[in-house]
């Protein structure tokens, strides 16, 4: 059964995944999903953020991370590779998320990190095109990325495997525009169900809220709803904002397209639009957000 398991996620984080997003894409895209917002420089964002961040620089620090660790901690190789499948789990998805969890917080709470992760939040529509949209520095010094590589050396290879791609599937259908959650919140038979749902986990309604150019509808709430994989840490840590419902607008309310290669790179380049809180001598957050 391990095996049967190993193999499924094996697959998934390899071609399996790049090919759930392509599918969920193309029928975001024929659903009218997407529409003229998604320009030209929109799609180079999201290409590139995805090409860079998640195909590219993600692997490649876990590489060489597990090149790295055997000259700093040579005797602690695989220590860890006696613990059960399922408790490896537990440790992986609390390591992984929580800490991205509070990452991602810090980005919202304190002034001059916003900038970093604005990026994710210009896009003014949800997909999957936009569920990696990052500066590449925001996705460099992503924390759980080395604590996960650490866990792997350690031994809880297969764990990481399956938890990365769960992780990849409710992160993804989290931003996905395909409100998956709404019968939940529909049939009254279901309430139950989605009780239990929208506090363990991220979902349409609960992310989507997050993202959402504007708190005045009582449904936008940029200020919390931070989970990625588990909204439970919201709950716990009291930023949860549940409402059943989705945003007319997202993005950023004074959005002006900045280039794309200002939002991968700030603050290599600089945008050109100006006020834009990526342009030189641009504000550290416009004022509009700090409510």
């Keep these: 059964m391990l095996k049967i398991i190993e193999n499924v996620?094996?697959?998934?984080?390899?071609?399996?995944?790049?090919?759930?997003?392509?599918?969920?894409?193309?029928?975001e895209f024929s659903l009218g999903l997407y529409d003229k917002r998604w320009n030209k420089n929109e799609r180079l964002l999201?290409?590139?953020?995805?090409?860079?961040?998640?195909?590219?620089?993600?692997?490649?620090?876990?590489?060489?991370?597990?090149?790295?660790?055997?000259?700093?901690?040579?005797?602690?190789k695989n220590v860890f590779a006696?613990?059960?499948?399922?408790?490896?789990?537990?440790?992986?998805?609390?390591?992984?998320?929580?800490?991205q969890y509070w990452y991602h917080r810090l980005?919202?709470?304190?002034?001059?990190?916003?900038?970093?992760?604005?990026t994710h939040h210009s896009a003014p529509y949800m997909g999957m095109a936009m569920a990696s949209r990052q500066n590449i520095i925001y996705t460099i010094f992503f924390s759980q990325i080395y604590l996960t590589t650490i866990l792997v050396y350690l031994g809880?290879?297969?764990?990481?495997l399956f938890v990365r791609?769960?992780?990849s599937i409710i992160t993804t259908f989290a931003h996905s525009s395909i409100p998956w959650d709404k019968p939940l919140y529909k049939y009254k038979l279901l309430h139950p169900i989605a009780w239990v749902v929208e506090r363990v986990i991220s979902t349409p309604a609960t992310h989507h809220a997050h993202h959402a150019a504007s708190t005045d509808d009582g449904i936008g709430f940029y200020k919390g709803n931070f989970g990625n994989m588990f909204f439970l840490w919201d709950v716990i840590f009291g930023t949860a904002h549940i409402s059943r419902k989705y945003p007319k607008e997202y993005g950023i309310s004074h959005y002006e397209g900045d280039e794309w290669y200002a939002q991968l790179l700030w603050p290599i380049f600089k945008s050109k639009k100006e006020g834009s809180e990526l342009a030189k001598n641009g504000p550290v957050v416009r004022e509009d957000i700090k409510s």
């Design 82 to 99: 006696w613990v059960p499948f399922f408790w490896g789990i537990l440790i992986i998805a609390i390591a992984d998320d929580l800490t």
């Design 46 to 76: 999201d290409l590139f953020c995805y090409l860079g961040g998640f195909v590219v620089l993600g692997p490649i620090i876990g590489y060489f991370g597990l090149k790295f660790l055997p000259a700093v901690i040579p005797n602690l």
């Design 9 to 27: 996620f094996q697959h998934l984080n390899t071609w399996g995944f790049p090919a759930l997003l392509l599918a969920l894409g193309l029928l």
């Design 156 to 160: 809880l290879g297969y764990p990481a």
């Design 165 to 167: 791609g769960l992780k």
């Design 107 to 118: 980005h919202h709470e304190i002034p001059w990190l916003w900038r970093f992760h604005r």
